[in-house]
């Protein structure tokens, strides 16, 4: 199957900075990845939609200022938690399809941990 | 919005047992999505299955979109095999976001 990398895969920040997490497809182009969050023994809840070149679509309740997404290449797109703060500290997950309705593909998440 | 159930919610076993898991979807769906989370976190892909049956090796899932469900069974279940299993559809007609079911989550003892 294809291959979503995501880097890092854990990180500790101090309240108040900000933290970029990357996810790539290394074998495929993706024109559409989604980022999720999900909190201890709970499913995975979509943050955002992304496609390469345009705005992000994101979730209610997701505020974009703080969750900053590009998708500036078609193998690349970061997630940028700015001024985070220690509710922001959980698991983040990256997603990866080639065209609408294929199967998608993960990235190994990042657990961040803001102190 | 599409609903998605996973049952049962939590599930323990002894080596070698067999057993079933089912993902109940309130729409029909374009796409059925099986996932293992592993302790670490990583969701690895299982089964790609908007219907039909699939086998790879101990594990084997059936959707059948018509009526709505579809099935993972885990045979001679192993220690790795714990972890939680996540149903994953796209509703469609839709906006082809993946919608999570809450998972089964999966102990195997020894």
């Known amino acids: 199957g294809a291959v979503v990398s995501q880097h890092p895969s854990r990180v500790i920040c101090k309240s108040g900075t900000s933290v970029k997490i990357e996810c790539r497809s290394l074998?495929?182009?993706?024109?559409?990845m989604f980022w999720y969050r999900q909190f201890p023994k709970q499913s995975l809840m979509l943050m955002a939609t992304?496609?390469?070149?345009?705005?992000?679509?994101?979730e209610q309740g997701v505020e974009k200022d703080k969750f900053l997404i590009n998708h500036a290449s078609l193998t690349l797109s970061t997630l940028t938690v700015t001024s985070a703060h220690p509710e922001d500290s959980s698991f983040y997950i990256c997603?990866?399809?080639?065209?609408?309705?294929?199967?998608?593909?993960f990235g190994q998440g990042t657990r961040l941990t803001v102190v | 919005g599409i609903q998605v159930e996973q049952s049962p919610p939590d599930l323990i076993l002894q080596e070698g047992a067999n057993s079933t898991l089912r993902c109940n979807f309130s729409?029909?769906?374009?796409?059925l999505q099986w996932f293992h989370q592993n302790p670490w976190g990583q969701l690895i892909n299982l089964f790609y299955?908007?219907?039909g049956t699939k086998q790879n090796g101990r594990l084997s899932a059936t959707t059948v979109a018509t009526e709505r469900y579809s099935l993972l069974y885990i045979s001679s279940s192993q220690t790795t095999d714990s972890g939680v299993y996540f149903c994953?559809?796209?509703?469609?007609?839709?906006?082809?976001?993946?919608?999570f079911g809450r998972g089964t989550s999966l102990i195997v003892h020894p």
């Open positions: 997603s990866a399809r080639l065209i609408m309705n294929t199967e998608a593909f």
């Open positions: 074998d495929f182009q993706a024109t559409t």
């Open positions: 992304s496609n390469e070149g345009s705005k992000a679509t994101y």
């Open positions: 729409d029909s769906v374009n796409n």
């Open positions: 299955i908007p219907s």
């Open positions: 994953a559809v796209v509703a469609s007609g839709g906006s082809y976001i993946p919608t």
